[in-house]
């Protein structure tokens, strides 16, 4: 074993032995699998790129991370988030940002999914109009899946991607017309433990970053942004100053590729509850940079629960309860639409994460029905597009915005929502109405017990009761266990006004353990990491401090690392 790192994992060294090994620049060193595809990725220059972002901004994102953590001492002593004094010049002042690019002014349906390769070409040729690969959410980033992804995405990118699915005897292919291409890297807390520059893990947003744009920029500003691009999503940031690193380091991959300032365009997820309050500082940030502000609206509950972790008088409902027409989603909703069409950027709205339901029709229907409402309300408040999590579901998006919307490309001129200038922080901390019920208990810990499963032999997109299951999903899974066993909270949808103890949460794990079994049949139950799962979930659960990202932890169980001989220092 090696010991812990910068980030405090541990990872086990595998002792296989390896003749080839990677071509790496100074102090760069690979400890992930080597194989040839990868090493077409994993070249000299293309690490050197990855090196030198590492190292001109590594001290500014330990900085970022340590205010994050200043942050949140203070929320745990009983502060509260809100609007910045200091920045109150940007809130008010009359500016706008670069404009829209053409091939990316309609995005009025967009789908997501993991870097995976037969996901890839589906989702290009889902008939949507954007498509966010993610090394995020919704993958599981061990070496094999980031690095298959990055070679994945070069072939998408280049049009010659193509698979071949052996158990159906079925060729997948580009369509002619394909979704514009959007990438999602991960977040700024999460290490890439493969990569060593310096002696330290890499920050995995920049390999995500750089090795992507340094293949792509070119071919990707030829054959999909018309001279922009590329184009990228940006998860999980507090504060201004992650989104200004960002805005710098695209100012570094520019200079380097050569290619005009502004060239590269970003969205930025507003999934934390820090984040609401600093949408204008955000957005200005990255003004030369910026295509506009996403509800990211499951983490965004998560981060509700997280921020308040020390507040005992914010416990949450039972997560189905937790939707957009809670008084603080709807405010956070109608804010990001009036702050992006006021600065020039596309609004964009949440994820439907429904998945359609083949064998009950009747099922099928009212899950579609209520995607259509869902869209019918962001359409209506003025957003500009929204994410679908399955094919099956893109017509139903399309459908409520092209009724509503038209020929137009979008509402940035059209629906300014000023009314919602006057939403207040307290507006936009109000605590969520509804109520707490045992299976709502239950359904938090089926669903995280299986997701966990999932991650840890590999998927990080899961599909689950009828929606499909990312990392944002299994958050709130996890804190609101977590926040309900910390607070002893009451069960008082039930009518029994039971308690969540300890006691009671492990009677609920054991028969939620059996209940798995019985849907996923012996067989699979006991090949899979059900097991490993539930004790890493019970153990989150369970903890006296909340941990601030399942992943972090998690992470430590799919690190491998291979001997120094697999590079070269």
């Not at 900085?63 to 910045?84: I, T, V």
């Not at 009359?94 to 967009?110: H, I, K, S």
């Not at 750089?210 to 071919?219: K, M």
Request: charged letters at 25%.
């Amino acid at each position: 074993m090696v010991g812990l790192g910068t980030y405090g994992y541990a990872a086990p060294t595998m002792t296989k032995k390896i003749s080839a090994h990677y071509d790496v620049p100074e102090g760069v060193e690979i400890r992930g699998r080597y194989s040839e595809d990868f090493a077409k990725i994993l070249n000299r220059d293309a690490l050197q790129f990855v090196a030198d972002l590492q190292r001109e901004f590594r001290n500014r994102i330990k900085y970022a991370m340590e205010c994050r953590r200043e942050a949140k001492r203070r929320y745990n002593e009983g502060a509260l988030p809100g609007f910045d004094a200091a920045t109150r010049y940007i809130r008010e002042g009359e500016w706008t940002c670069a404009l829209v690019p053409p091939p990316v002014a309609d995005r009025r349906v967009e789908i997501t999914g993991p870097v995976e390769r037969k996901m890839i070409i589906n989702a290009l040729n889902s008939g949507a109009k954007v498509f966010m690969a993610d090394f995020e959410d919704a993958l599981s980033p061990s070496w094999e899946n980031l690095m298959s992804g990055q070679v994945n995405l070069k072939d998408a990118v280049n049009g010659t991607i193509s698979f071949h699915d052996k158990a159906r005897n079925r060729a997948y292919k580009l369509n002619e017309q394909t979704a514009k291409l959007f990438v999602r890297p991960r977040g700024w807390h999460l290490p890439e433990a493969h990569i060593l520059i310096d002696g330290e893990p890499a920050t995995g947003c920049l390999v995500d970053f750089g090795l992507y744009f340094y293949h792509n920029y070119a071919a990707f500003r030829s054959n999909q942004g018309e001279g922009f691009g590329p184009f990228f999503y940006l998860p999980k940031m507090e504060h201004s100053r992650e989104a200004k690193i960002w805005n710098c380091v695209f100012e570094k991959a520019e200079k380097m590729a050569g290619i005009e300032r502004g060239s590269i365009r970003a969205t930025v997820l507003i999934e934390t509850l820090p984040a609401v309050f600093q949408m204008d500082e955000i957005i200005y940030e990255l003004r030369d940079h910026s295509v506009g502000l996403n509800c990211g609206r499951w983490d965004y509950i998560f981060s509700y629960v997280k921020t308040f972790q020390g507040h005992p008088d914010r416990l949450l409902p039972d997560r189905v309860q937790v939707g957009m027409t809670q008084h603080f989603m709807k405010c956070y909703s109608d804010l990001l639409i009036r702050t992006c069409h006021r600065r020039g950027v596309h609004a964009m709205g949440g994820m439907a994460a429904q998945i359609p339901i083949r064998d009950d029709p009747a099922a099928n229907e009212a899950a579609l029905e209520l995607v259509r409402k869902d869209k019918l309300r962001e359409v209506r408040a003025g957003h500009d597009g929204t994410w679908a999590a399955h094919p099956g579901l893109i017509p139903t998006c399309m459908e409520a915005f092209n009724n509503n919307m038209g020929n137009a490309p979008n509402q940035i001129q059209t629906t300014k929502r000023e009314d919602a200038g006057n939403i207040t922080g307290e507006d936009l901390l109000q605590k969520p109405r509804g109520v707490r019920t045992l299976e709502g208990l239950r359904l938090n810990t089926r669903v995280g017990i299986q997701y966990l499963a999932a991650w840890f032999t590999g998927s990080g997109s899961v599909p689950l009761y009828n929606l499909m299951e990312d990392a944002a999903t299994a958050e709130i899974s996890r804190v609101q266990n977590w926040q309900w066993l910390k607070y002893e909270a009451e069960l008082d949808g039930d009518g029994l006004g039971v308690k969540v103890s300890r006691e009671l949460f492990g009677r609920v794990v054991d028969e939620e353990m059996a209940r798995i079994e019985r849907e996923v049949g012996k067989e699979k139950f006991r090949k899979g990491m059900y097991q490993e799962a539930c004790k890493m979930f019970i153990r989150q659960c369970t903890a006296s401090t909340l941990d601030d990202f399942l992943t972090l932890d998690a992470y430590n169980s799919i690190v491998m690392h291979h001997p120094k001989g697999s590079s070269r220092l």
